[in-house]
């Protein structure tokens, strides 16, 4: 399967634990895209990178979370001191340069008690 | 505010019709537009495409259509099948970011 991947697929914490999510891009894309989505919401953007440049973050993405992409493959996001309003699918894509048309993987469901 | 509304949250079609999807945006700056679809559990699937340089695309059932003066698009499928039952997403690009609608939550009835 060379489509975009993402672990876990679910993730239940507790209110202040620190969870981290990663994602594996297609091969040759070397753009990578992470996004939220809540229930009857469409996806929102919350940072990109470029190889292993983060090139653009939203004003969603709260001090709390922090994202990587050290070799310019595959990507992380941590979430340090989980909230409740945190609980949402958190999407990753991937795409080429140039290219609009983004490629999503199936998602990681975290929800926060 | 929204940039990009799907102002229909649900449309139901009979199989073998015309199930029309639309959306409408207000940033004259987006110069690509796309639809995806999604069904539970998975992420979004990529459908269509088009530029704003065109006016329509097709591809196989599915053509797009582009109203740049009325900041409109549309989604045309047909005929429709049961499998197109989904959620199906409008989403317009600047800078390379994509925003998206809420979606419109497809049936395709028997």
């Known amino acids: 399967d060379t489509g975009v991947s993402q672990d876990p697929r679910h993730k239940i914490t507790k209110r202040g634990q620190n969870v981290t999510f990663r994602c594996d891009p297609i091969s040759e894309h070397n753009r990578l895209y992470w996004y939220r989505q809540t229930l009857g919401q469409g996806p929102e953007f919350l940072t990109y990178f470029q190889n292993e440049a983060q090139l653009e973050k939203s004003r969603l993405l709260s001090d709390r979370f922090s994202a990587e992409r050290p070799k310019g493959s595959f990507s992380t996001l941590e979430i340090q001191r989980t909230e409740q309003g945190d609980s949402a699918m958190y999407l990753c894509?991937?795409?080429?340069?140039?290219?609009?048309?983004?490629?999503f993987g199936p998602g990681t469901r975290l929800t926060v008690l | 505010d929204q940039q990009v509304k799907q102002n229909s949250p649900s449309l139901s079609v009979q199989e073998g019709r015309i199930s029309i999807l639309n959306c409408d945006y207000t940033?004259?700056?987006?110069?690509?537009f796309l639809w995806y679809k999604k069904y539970p559990a998975e992420g979004p699937t990529f459908l269509i495409s088009i530029s704003s340089i065109k006016d329509k695309n097709e591809d196989g059932r599915f053509t797009v259509f582009l109203n740049k003066s009325a900041k409109h698009l549309s989604l045309h499928i047909v005929p429709s099948q049961p499998g197109d039952s989904a959620v199906y997403f409008c989403?317009?690009?600047?800078?390379?970011?994509?925003?998206f609608g809420k979606g419109t939550r497809l049936h395709i009835l028997p």
């Open positions: 894509a991937s795409s080429r340069d140039f290219y609009n048309e983004q490629f």
């Open positions: 940033n004259s700056m987006f110069d690509y």
């Open positions: 989403a317009a690009s600047e800078n390379d970011k994509i925003i």
